[in-house]
């Protein structure tokens, strides 16, 4: 089981749009039910990662993170969104 942390400004808006999108990529990869997201707010993502495998965010990387980070923009966007989805079907497999 692994420990998604999904973190955008106000731990709502962007972050539950991203997450339908994230979930989608997921269950479509094998992954269904092999996973937990949890949203949260961009300050409060560093002191939370020490929980989770890694971190998905729509704002630039937290600093002191004690998880790898993923780029959330472009899932907002569109636009690039495959280093992103190779970056987290990599971290699945770890």
Do not use: W
């Not at 692994?2 to 094998?30: F, H, P, Q, Y």
């Not at 569109?78 to 079907?89: K, R």
């Amino acid at each position: 089981m692994k420990n998604i942390l999904l973190a955008c400004g106000s731990g709502i808006c962007t972050s539950t749009a991203v997450r339908g999108k994230i979930e989608k990529i997921l269950d479509e990869s094998g992954y269904a039910g092999k996973y937990k997201i949890n949203q949260c707010k961009v300050g409060e993502a560093a002191a939370m990662s020490v929980n989770y495998d890694f971190l998905i965010a729509t704002t630039m990387a937290p600093q002191n993170l004690k998880c790898p980070f993923v780029p959330g923009v472009c899932f907002l966007t569109g636009v690039n969104t495959q280093a992103s989805i190779d970056a987290i079907l990599d971290l699945m497999k770890q």
